[in-house]
Nanobody, 119 residues
């Protein structure tokens, strides 16, 4: 099971780091993606990190503000979010294609964590 955690309330311009962990398999073997869904909007893919090649990908909406990384010793994937905006408010999910590259479609999803950006 995948589980995203670390969400909360943050002021505009602030930072937050959310985490993705798994309880039944080893994350560092697979590509891991971050997605978000805001109320009334479609789910948006925002970032991914490969396992085989270590490549990272970002949506234009978060490029330069968000950073995806792995902590293999902790078997955790992080999403560091800086310069947060109210438009970043959403439930954030992590997912994996159970493959090593981000080019595959996601097939395994975890529970999300709510991030609210508001003053």
């Amino acid at each position: 099971q995948l589980q995203a955690s670390g969400g909360g309330l943050v002021q505009p311009g602030g930072s937050l780091r959310i985490s993705c962990a798994a309880s039944e398999f080893t994350l560092d073997y697979y590509a891991i993606g971050w997605f978000r869904q805001a109320p009334g909007k479609e789910r948006e893919g925002i970032s991914c990190i490969g396992s085989k090649d270590g490549r990272t990908y970002y949506a234009e909406s978060v490029k330069g503000r968000f950073t995806i990384s792995r902590a293999n010793a902790k078997d955790t994937v992080y999403l560091q979010m800086n310069e947060l905006k109210p438009d970043d408010t959403a439930i954030y999910y992590c997912a994996t294609p159970l493959e090593r590259l981000c080019t595959y479609g996601m097939s395994y999803w975890g529970e999300g964590t709510l991030v609210t950006v508001s003053s």
